[in-house]
């Protein structure tokens, strides 16, 4: 009884933890908003990467996203950009990720 409440709570918080970026097509690309202000804050350390600007998807569209320090998951990891990508139905949003 008590490993299998222990087993539902490790799933339960495995689950919580887990970001969700659901992907869908839009008609008309969002437009990308004008920056004021062009500087980029201090890293937070050496090992920091800037992520670009990004679209987050939001009630049934994108929202834009600012720009961005991120410290990667592992040594030696690469950051790829997020992208827009072209299907039949509209177009998508394919969201940055560490490789």
């Known amino acids: 009884m008590k490993l299998s409440k222990t087993l539902v709570l490790l799933l ?3 689950l919580g933890g887990a ?3 659901a992907q869908f097509v839009v008609r008309i690309r969002p437009e990308r908003p004008v920056r004021v202000i062009n500087r980029r ?3 937070p350390s050496r090992d920091h990467v800037w992520v670009e600007e990004d ?3 939001q009630n049934g ?3 834009w996203h600012g720009g961005y320090w991120a410290a990667p998951p ?3 990891a690469i950051y790829v950009q997020g992208h827009w990508k072209d299907t039949r139905r509209g177009t998508m ?3 940055g990720h560490w490789r």
């Open 74 to 76: 592992r040594h030696g």
């Open 55 to 57: 679209w987050v998807p």
């Open 19 to 21: 970001k969700s970026y």
């Open 12 to 14: 339960l918080l495995s």
């Open 41 to 43: 804050p201090p890293p």
């Open 93 to 95: 949003w394919i969201p």
């Open 61 to 63: 569209t994108y929202v």
